[in-house]
C-alpha cells in the first residue's frame, strides 16, 4: 500500500500509547518501539511498529531516515497568553533587584501595563505579533496550543483578543483552543468599583463570546488579591450555564481554596496550584479535574516552592505541563525548558514529564482521542528529535532538539 510518508529506523519510537489519561506508575510508560516507525497517509497514521514490518507493508515517495534519533508525538501546551503587544523585561529586572509584585504592579507594571497596550493595539497589529509567536513554538515542537485572552478587560478588547486568536488559528499550522479570560484582573477604571466589573463579565462579556463562538473554555484568576473564592463561584457558576467548559488559575499564591473550588464546580483543569493544600489535591482526584503545572513561572519569578508534583502523582492525579508563555511572570515559549525545569525543581522522571506534555496535555483539552500520542488513527503531529534517547532531552538544557516538526501529516 502507498503511503504519503515513512518515517523508520527511529532509535527510540514513543508511541505514549494510552486509552485515556496516564496516573501513576503509568506515566512512566512511554510505549517505545526500538527501530521503529510510523506510516502516514493524509493527515493521519495509518500504522506503526518496527521497521522492518512498517516497510513489508507499506511504501512511499517520502521516507525520513531517524537512525539514532527519537520520534515522538508533537508537544501540547495547555496554558499560554500569547496575545499581547509589549514584553516586560523591565520587570524582570525589577524582580531581580527584590521589588514585589504589587511593587512592580503600583509602579505601572503587571498585567494592567499590558491591557493599556492591548486596548491600544489594532487587531491586524495583535494578529502579526502573535503568529510570529506561535511560529516560533511550533519551531521548537509545540503542535497544539491552548492560548487565552485576557489583556484587554473591556469586551471590546477582549473579543478583539478572542478574533486575533482565530485569526492567527487560520493563517498558522498549529491547532489554537482558545479561552475566554476577561477575568483576569480588574482593570484600573474599576479597581475601586470590582463588583461593577463583575457585572459586565457576566452579563456583557460572557453572553458576547458565546454569541460569537469564540471561545470553548472560561477561565478565571482566582487568587485572594484578584477574584477570590465568592467572586470565582459565581462568574464561573454563569459561565457554565450558558455552555462554556471551566479551566482556572487556582492557589498560585495562597491555599484560598481554588483547588476545591475547581472540583465543586466541576472545572476540567486547574493550573498552577503552587500553594495547593491536601484537601485540594484529594477534591480534584475525586472530581477528574486535570491539573496543570506551571514550572516555568516558578522559575522565572525566582521562587522556591513548586507546585507539589509527586505528590500529586502518589495521590492519582494526572498531571500535565505547560509553559504559561506570556510577557510578565513566564517570557518561555518551550515545553522542553519546562520539561528540564520539571524533572530537575519537581522531581519529576524524564518520562513523566513527557507524559505530562503530550497525551496528559491533549486530554487536558479534551483532545485525547486525537492527538498527545502515535497511534493508529490519529492525527499525524511528529516530533523528530536530534537525540539518542528520550532522557537526553531534560538533560540537554536549554536548547531546541527538534530537528522536524510534522503537523497533520506534513
Known amino acids: 500500500m502507498k503511503v504519503d510518508l515513512i518515517i523508520g529506523n527511529a ?30 497517509l493524509g493527515e493521519k497514521i495509518v500504522d506503526v511498529g518496527v521497521t522492518k514490518k512498517i516497510l513489508r507493508k507499506f511504501y512511499s515517495e517520502n521516507i525520513i531516515d531517524a537512525t539514532g534519533k ?10 499560554t497568553h500569547p496575545i499581547f503587544v509589549k514584553t516586560r523585561e523591565n520587570e524582570f529586572e525589577m524582580r531581580i533587584m ?26 491586524e497589529e495583535l494578529v502579526e505579533l502573535g503568529l510570529k509567536r506561535v511560529n516560533k513554538m511550533l519551531e521548537q515542537g509545540t503542535t497544539t496550543i491552548e492560548a487565552k485572552s485576557g489583556y484587554g478587560l473591556s469586551t471590546e478588547s477582549e473579543i478583539k483578543m478572542l478574533e486575533a486568536l482565530s485569526e492567527i488559528n487560520r493563517i498558522t499550522k498549529m491547532d489554537i483552543i482558545p479561552t475566554f479570560l476577561g477575568a483576569h484582573e480588574f482593570p484600573e477604571e474599576y479597581k ?45 457558576t454563569e459561565a457554565k450555564k450558558i455552555g462554556f467548559k471551566i479551566r482556572m488559575h487556582a492557589d498560585e499564591l495562597e491555599p484560598i481554596g481554588g483547588a476545591e473550588l475547581a472540583a465543586e464546580i466541576g472545572a476540567v483543569t486547574a493550573d498552577h496550584l503552587v500553594a495547593v493544600s491536601d484537601n ?22 525566582g521562587l522556591k516552592k513548586y507546585t507539589p508534583a509527586r505528590k500529586m502523582i502518589e495521590t492519582g492525579l494526572p498531571i500535565a505541563l505547560a509553559t504559561d508563555f506570556n510577557p510578565g511572570s513566564c517570557h518561555c515559549d518551550s515545553m522542553q525548558t519546562v520539561i528540564s525545569i520539571a524533572c530537575i525543581e519537581m522531581g519529576l522522571l524524564p518520562s513523566e514529564a513527557i507524559t505530562a506534555s503530550t497525551i496528559n496535555a491533549a486530554y487536558s483539552l479534551e483532545l485525547g ?11 499525524a503531529d511528529i516530533l523528530i ?26
Open 11 to 40: 532509535n527510540q519510537l514513543l508511541t505514549i500509547k494510552s486509552e485515556g489519561l496516564k496516573f501513576g506508575i503509568e506515566m512512566q510508560n512511554l510505549g517505545i518501539i526500538q527501530d521503529g516507525a510510523v506510516a502516514i
Open 70 to 79: 527519537v520520534v515522538m508525538p508533537g508537544f501540547v501546551d495547555p496554558h
Open 98 to 123: 527584590g521589588k514585589s509584585y504589587k511593587e512592580i504592579s503600583q509602579s505601572g507594571g503587571g498585567i494592567r501595563s499590558s491591557v493599556n497596550d492591548v486596548r491600544n493595539a489594532s487587531k
Open 192 to 236: 475601586n468599583n470590582r463588583e461593577e466589573y463583575i457585572k459586565i463579565l457576566i452579563d456583557e462579556m460572557l453572553p458576547e463570546v458565546k454569541k460569537r463562538n469564540l471561545a470553548e473554555y472560561c477561565d478565571i484568576f482566582c487568587e485572594k488579591h484578584v477574584f477570590n473564592i465568592e467572586q470565582s463561584k459565581r462568574i464561573l
Open 280 to 301: 485540594g489535591i484529594q477534591k480534584m482526584k475525586e472530581a477528574n479535574v486535570i491539573p496543570i503545572l506551571l514550572p516555568g513561572t516558578t522559575f522565572s519569578l
Open 369 to 379: 482521542d486525537t492527538i498527545g500520542s502515535i497511534e493508529v488513527g490519529k492525527q
Open 385 to 410: 528529535m536530534d537525540m539518542p534517547s528520550y532522557k537526553y532531552l531534560p538533560y540537554h538544557l536549554g536548547s531546541n532538539c527538534v530537528e522536524i516538526v510534522i503537523k497533520k501529516g506534513r
